[in-house]
């Protein structure tokens, strides 16, 4: 089976760096992604790692090491506006569907 | 851009009764996904389909059954409503693909409460 493991909340003021990191057990592996879902709405893809690295966009990067079975998603320079969940997610093999961990509440303080 | 439309945003339901969820994409995706999302729990993959008439059970199925007779359409039925399915239910599309990776495009959701 699959499994994530992420915090369930984090919080921070704006104009900080947060990381919300992402344990997982699956018995393959083929990407982590993250999306993020404020208060009401539908949850929005953010980024994809299928190699080990960082990948940056914009304000946010994501971070994958597969032989530590870890991601993990840094948000900077904090606005009020990232105050929403954010959820990573595995598909454990081609051609299956994307497995969600239970989602970090983050919350952004002025 | 992808538009996944779930038909209805609330939806108040009673104990036993049949109760049909229907989600539209309108970008030709050759999949679409059912999650419900709870408190706690995050997003839960109930059932998916790849294709027309082909649906594959997702973690949590019990209780549920899908219908893709359109490419465009997936709908989730709840053959006798139970109050522990009262929740949040996502839509969900996405492109087949090349690659490994295609995004997950989400509807708004409907939550269902079963009284």
């Known amino acids: 089976g699959q499994s994530l493991e992420q915090p369930s909340e984090v919080t921070a003021v704006e104009g900080a760096i947060v990381q919300i990191n992402c344990t997982y057990q699956t018995s393959g592996f083929y990407g982590l992604s993250w999306y993020q879902q404020h208060d009401g709405g539908a949850p929005t893809f953010l980024s994809y790692n299928a190699l080990d690295g960082l990948e940056e966009t914009g304000r946010f990067s994501s971070f994958l090491s597969r032989s530590d079975s870890y991601g993990y998603l840094l948000l900077q320079e904090l606005q009020m506006k990232d105050s929403a969940s954010y959820f990573c997610a595995v598909r454990g093999q081609a051609g299956t569907a994307l497995i969600f961990g239970k989602g970090t509440t983050l919350s952004v303080s002025s | 851009d992808v538009k996944v439309t779930q038909s209805s945003r609330y939806l108040v339901k009673r104990t036993g009764e049949k109760v049909f969820l229907e989600c539209v994409q309108d970008m030709d995706h050759e999949n679409m996904f059912w999650y419900r999302q709870d408190p706690g729990l995050g997003l839960r993959l109930i059932y998916f389909s790849y294709d027309v008439k082909m649906k594959e059970k997702g973690d949590i199925p019990e209780g549920y059954s899908v219908s893709r007779e359109k490419k465009e359409r997936f709908s989730l039925i709840l053959e006798s409503a139970s109050t522990n399915q009262t929740s949040m239910y996502l839509c969900?599309?996405?492109?087949?693909?090349?690659?490994?990776?295609?995004?997950?495009?989400f509807g708004n959701g409907t939550r269902l409460t079963v009284t």
């Open positions: 969900a599309s996405s492109p087949s693909g090349t690659g490994p990776y295609s995004p997950l495009h």
